[in-house]
């Protein structure tokens, strides 16, 4: 073996070298994916072109990558949404609707199957709203990103503009948040367990704080229902674009929560 002919300092500096090179090379610590957060989650669309089935242009199937038998489907070609890589899954406004199926294809999924006793639950999509068209006082009426045709629960827009996602529960508990349209956006919802006379509903958009939130702790209406993304029989049509949608059965804490949303912000480039 020949002995180095570089002094310590030498080599040290050699070292320090090849570090920086590896970090700048992208050697450094990997960046962020919702794979790495979202995963163990029951519902996790990624508008990813390998999670899609493609009829032409349009989306016939989006694969789910978390843990629940679900995947989100459209057999009818008017009724299926676009696809691009660069814009994800794009809803017209009309009447594009995919329908939450079982992995054999042989059943609806209700939202029994997918959030907790009560609606307790967790909801994150990142989305971009073209048009809200609609300004109902009953938020199930609303643009829908999803929802069911009973107006259980769900993920709806009003034209003020405003993220309103509901829940009915002993009535309808909504909670609403200002968004922008035609601008790329992370919209949450958060229902904790039952605390009597305590806010338990929260709807933070962005990185914005948690707002007071609203208190729903009366019983959940029956979530026997059929869940459907981007029309319901009772909702107005979305008209925009899903890059991801989230749902688990159980409540983040409003902390990791927020860092969540941050980290899909960065992930997007959402400013």
Request: proline content about 3%; some cysteine.
């Amino acid at each position: 073996m020949i002995d180095s002919i570089l002094s310590p300092a030498q080599e040290m500096f050699m070292g320090m070298e090849d570090v920086a090179a590896s970090v700048a090379g992208g050697g450094g610590a990997p960046a962020w994916h919702p794979d790495d957060d979202l995963t163990d989650w029951g519902v996790y669309l990624l508008a990813d072109a390998d999670d899609i089935t493609l009829n032409d242009t349009t989306v016939a199937a989006w694969a789910n990558r978390g843990t629940a038998d679900v995947q989100f489907k459209q057999g009818t070609e008017s009724l299926q949404p676009l696809w691009s890589a660069e814009d994800g899954v794009d809803f017209d406004g009309a009447d594009d609707r995919l329908v939450a199926r079982n992995g054999a294809d042989s059943a609806s999924v209700l939202w029994s199957g997918l959030l907790g006793t009560n609606a307790v639950s967790t909801m994150v999509c990142v989305f971009n709203a073209d048009a809200i068209a609609s300004n109902a006082a009953n938020a199930w009426e609303n643009d829908c990103i999803i929802g069911d045709s009973s107006g259980a629960a769900g993920l709806h827009l009003r034209s003020t503009p405003v993220w309103r996602p509901y829940l009915y529960a002993a009535g309808a508990k909504t909670d609403e948040q200002a968004i922008s349209t035609s601008a790329l956006q992370v919209g949450a919802f958060r229902k904790i367990a039952h605390v009597a006379d305590t806010p338990s509903l929260w709807t933070p958009v962005n990185d914005d704080a948690e707002s007071s939130g609203t208190i729903a702790n009366g019983a959940s209406s029956s979530l026997a229902e059929a869940v459907t993304m981007g029309d319901t029989d009772l909702s107005a049509p979305f008209n925009g674009k899903i890059k991801l949608l989230a749902i688990r059965n159980t409540a983040l804490s409003a902390e990791d929560l927020l860092t969540l949303r941050q980290n899909l912000m960065t992930y997007f480039g959402i400013e």
